[in-house]
């Protein structure tokens, strides 16, 4: 007789449903924090390192300002963006993702691009990356996926089969594969690259109406990548290349600069688009949605201290002002928990008051009080308590944000994947990409994959061919891989394909 599958449980010996959807209203709602399942493997997950973070480990900043150059009025009432011309003081930290602190600057890896900006309402946080779109959609596979771009547990070792073996398994990423083994994956510095919110947030105006808003920040310094040989010159020449470029390009006043994009799209041109405006695996069309110019960026003075100012940087992207509020999008849903959560792991429960995270701007009224390393007053003699008759700081609900409406069944409803998640990997393969890019993809994927599994190339081959023929002929050119069998994999259903290479005769 069979041996039993052995069940999926929680830490506590409960059986799990679904581990590939996270609890929500509806198939398009926000997420519920009922899902203790999410909450427990989340929490945990953003513990498993100490002190350095889970992940951003490697990462370098710089102080400047952020300045405004159009009227935004219409979109929102952040005061920050009230009128043309005025400056907010801001903190920028870039890192690569999946790397330790002792990593190489040119890894093939996205770069994380967070803003603070010190607003007169509090901290407005930018927590985004050189990338407009991600690997997954659900929080709930985060923890897996980066375990497989961390170490082997056996080995401690990094490990192309699990790599490869998940992404396989999660045809979704293949938008973001797409562009991190292109040039784009190795950033020649952080001053020549872009940065992206990648999900949609709600602004809402003075009006009651609110618009869902993507910003990106466009690099004055033009785009510039490494070539897979030159990144591998250089990790071995000088692994902190970006780091000390940063620097020394402020030292010597040569101060980087980066326009401020967004893309606005109404509530009803949402319901209507042929893609998911919360699937953040999906950019929006630039011919759809042409992005506004609103603002620019710009970097001029240098840390005084690495440890106080990066490394204890925190951003999250729940700090948000009068003005803007979060989307739908599961994945920014998950992240509202978890940044803040692993900030207290990683600094503590009074994080926010440390110099580089404090508010610059606004004043702190509230009621929490005590916890380890608590700086400053504590409060003083003000009540602890609301509501209280003792002149304590008390809410606001001028300030509250028009409400959304969902509406469904409380469930785990996976994304169902359809040919859609393969087109815009496509479009950037067909249309997008010259003939040196694509020559270049196809080198850099191959160089990696090659140290899978046999059946793992195929499995992966076949997510290309499905985006584009020629991409995954290509792509199993380059792997000595029959195009037929490639092919075959590529017309099966996704579980279809799964199983069939799930123990594989290739070779």
């Known amino acids: 007789m069979a041996e039993d599958k052995k069940k999926y449980t929680t830490g506590f010996g409960v059986p799990i449903d679904n581990d590939q959807a996270s609890k929500t209203v509806g198939k398009k709602g926000p997420i519920l924090i009922q899902d203790t399942h999410f909450l ?18 490697k990462g370098a900043g710089a102080h400047g300002y952020f300045e405004v150059t159009s009227d935004v009025a219409q979109y929102t009432n952040a005061k920050f963006l009230s009128e043309v011309g005025k400056r907010t003081e801001v903190f920028a930290r870039f890192s690569t993702v999946g790397g330790e602190k002792g990593s190489a600057d040119a890894e093939r890896d996205p770069r994380g691009f967070a803003v603070k900006f010190y607003t007169e309402e509090g901290n407005f946080d930018m927590a985004g990356n050189n990338t407009p779109v991600f690997f997954i959609r659900d929080p709930l596979k985060f923890p897996d996926f980066i375990h497989t771009q961390k170490r082997n547990p056996e080995t401690n070792l990094k490990d192309a089969n699990m790599f490869w073996d998940f992404l396989s398994l999660t045809p979704e990423s293949v938008h973001q594969v797409t562009i ?16 992206y919110s990648g999900h949609a947030f709600k602004w809402y105006n003075s ?12 690099t004055e310094q033009g785009i510039r990548n490494l070539t897979r040989e030159e990144a591998d010159k250089i990790k071995s020449q000088d692994p902190d290349h970006a780091t000390r470029d940063l620097f020394e390009a402020i030292e010597r006043g040569d101060y980087p600069s980066w326009r401020v994009e967004i893309q606005v799209m109404t509530p009803q041109q949402a319901k209507e ?15 759809d949605f042409p992005p506004i110019t609103i603002g620019r960026m710009v970097l001029d003075r240098n840390p005084v201290n690495y440890f106080a100012e990066v490394e204890q940087a925190a951003f999250s992207p729940a700090n948000l002002v009068p003005g803007m509020a979060p989307s739908p999008d599961r994945m920014l849903q998950g992240r509202l928990f978890a940044y803040h959560d692993a900030h207290l792991h990683r600094l503590g429960p009074n994080y926010h008051l440390l110099p580089i995270n404090r508010p610059k701007a606004a004043e702190v009224n509230y009621y929490q009080r005590d916890g380890m390393m608590n700086y400053g007053d504590n409060g003083g003699s003000a009540p602890n308590y609301y509501p209280n008759s003792f002149g304590g700081p008390s809410p606001n609900n001028e300030i509250a944000e028009p409400p959304s409406e969902y509406s469904g069944t409380a469930a785990r409803e996976p994304y169902v994947l359809t040919d ?23 080198g850099n994927i ?9 059946r793992i190339q195929y499995r992966q081959a076949a997510i290309f061919y499905k985006a584009d023929p020629g991409y995954g002929t290509d792509v199993a050119n380059g792997l000595e891989l029959k195009i037929d069998e490639v092919k075959k994999l590529a017309e099966m259903t996704h579980e279809q394909r799964v199983e069939a ?7």
């Not at 427990?40 to 480990?57: C, D, L, N, S």
């Not at 009006?207 to 466009?218: C, D, M, Q, R, S």
């Not at 191959?446 to 046999?454: P, R, S, W």
Request: some cysteine; overall charge positive; glycine content about 8%.
């Open 273 to 287: 688009y042929k893609f998911d405006p919360f699937d953040v695996t999906k950019v929006l069309f630039h011919g």
């Open 446 to 454: 191959t160089t990696h994959l090659c140290n899978a599994q046999k």
């Open 420 to 442: 859609i998640d393969y087109f815009q990997a496509g479009e950037l393969y067909r249309r997008v990409m010259s003939e040196s890019d694509r020559k270049n993809l196809i």
């Open 40 to 57: 427990e493997k989340m929490g945990h997950f953003t513990r498993e390192r100490i002190p350095e973070r889970v992940v951003h480990a």
């Open 207 to 218: 009006k009651g109406e609110y618009f869902w808003v993507k910003l990106h920040f466009k």
């Open 501 to 507: 290479t799930k123990q594989g005769t290739f070779n």
């Open 180 to 195: 991190l083994f292109s040039d784009r994956g190795t950033p020649a510095t952080f001053r020549n690259m872009n940065g």
